[in-house]
């Protein structure tokens, strides 16, 4: 190994050549000082990696990444979807306090349409005219469906 590659002298050989392997743990050992290098422990070496590394804080139901090509070019493509685990801003509490609001009034709107629709009906069904020769038709088709 030449000294661009090495890893820290505290950490025994079978360790040593998983972190070369590593390509987190090799970019930061070409990029370091060979004497703060080799003073990492493994243990601070792990906190390093899930700290800079963006696959490690990322564990998604569904994790999709592929490339393709096109004309001389290649390009990627990723899908992710998981639960938000990160504290939301300002903004997106308010906008979820919202899309909730906006969720329980359309879920009630239905709930009372519905129940409207079976009141109505069931007014029908016991022949109570409030308007009369006035009729949605709604008895009819339940009748006849």
Known sequence: MNEGTQLAMN???AQKARNLE???????????????????????LD????????RQWGRHRIDWRGTFSFGHSRYYVVFLFGRNRRDL??????????????????FLVFCMAIGLVGLYLIKSA???NLFPNFSLGLWDWF???
Not at 26 to 35: A, H, Q
Not at 47 to 54: I, N
Request: aromatic share 6%; no cysteine.
């Open 126 to 128: 016991l022949g109570i």
């Open 47 to 54: 906190a390093l990696r899930v700290a800079f590394s963006a």
């Open 89 to 106: 801003s300002r903004l997106e509490r308010r906008l979820s306090l919202l899309g909730k609001a906006a969720v329980v009034t359309a």
């Open 143 to 145: 009748r006849t469906a």
């Open 11 to 13: 950490i025994d050989p």
């Open 22 to 44: 590593d390509p987190f743990l090799k970019g930061l050992n070409e990029r370091l000082p060979k004497d703060i290098r080799d003073s990492f422990t493994q243990v601070q």
